[in-house]
């Protein structure tokens, strides 16, 4: 943990509240220099940037949060957060109330309605949890005091800046995660603007409240990655010694093929291709490790996410709301 998250946690233990420290653009020669940047090469007026960052805060709270992810939990903690009765239950409701626009989106974009209600249920909870971070402030923070991803979040702040400017949003007003992620699927800037689709025809990109373009823009986004129609995702699988460590260390990106892993201790199911690339992924058990045996498609809902808890949690949800979707009368 760092200096800054240990004194905020203790902060948290004693009951201290942090405030929001208002922002003097004068003080952070790199945010002068980026509104400089921005009114050369945007078009944006750098007086009206200044007077936007005057209104933004500094929250010392979203780096601690930075620190602290919930993709940090072992797997069998993480798990309990999202593959729940109550979201299972909800989103059988969302797939029914949807399922014409999940159909389409599966029709267009190859990807299961199960899967795109999963993601939004592990994201949001279906619209009900989108955070409530001002985003202005939580990409301002992330760019000036989160060092590790500074230009990350720092080109994130500047889509924030185009995409709001196209949306004709006041770009102090939007809310969303500390990471500065927004609307029903949680896309940050970057992703709407290169990912969100019009999915009802009304020449709007619109993931705060159209149902229809949420649904086709999470569809779309898993496809512009990659996505393969009626491919699979992950498979369970059995591991014996320790040569099996090797693959686990190629990462969760499919790179070797099915056949070679069993001289590796690793026991793929029968059913598939020997040729198929694949990728082994370690989870944390309760009693023990639990080996899955990840496919492209499993890759590519990490992009959505980087963690291949994220992916997990988001297969078994799936898995759950089709065995509930197709059990309901």
Known sequence: MSRLAAVLALGSALGLAWPAHALDVARY?????????????????????????????????????MERPKEALPWYEYRKLF?????????????????????????????????????????????????TWPVLDALTTLTLQHPPRAAFFREELRQYLLLTRELGLDPARLQGSYAGAMGMPQFIPSSWRRYAIDFDGDRRADLFGNTADIIGSVANFLRMHGWERNAPVSDAAHVEGTLHLWIEKLGVKPSLPLGQ??????????????ELPAALIVLEGESGPLARIGYNNFHVITRYNRSSRYAMAVQELAEQLRSRYEAAP
């Open 83 to 131: 593959v729940t009765d109550e979201r299972i239950e909800q989103g059988v409701i969302f797939w029914r109330r949807h399922a014409t626009l999940l159909k389409r989106a599966q029709h267009e974009y190859g990807v299961p309605p199960e899967i795109v209600v999963a993601i939004l249920g592990v994201e949001t909870q279906y619209g009900r949890h989108r955070g």
């Open 29 to 65: 020669p790199e945010l002068e220099t980026f509104i400089h940047e921005l009114s050369k090469t945007d078009g944006f007026s750098k007086r009206a940037l200044e007077r936007l960052f005057a209104r933004a805060r500094l929250r010392p709270e979203i780096i601690q949060a």
């Open 261 to 274: 892993f069993v001289r590796h201790g690793v026991s793929p199911p029968q059913h598939r291709d020997p």
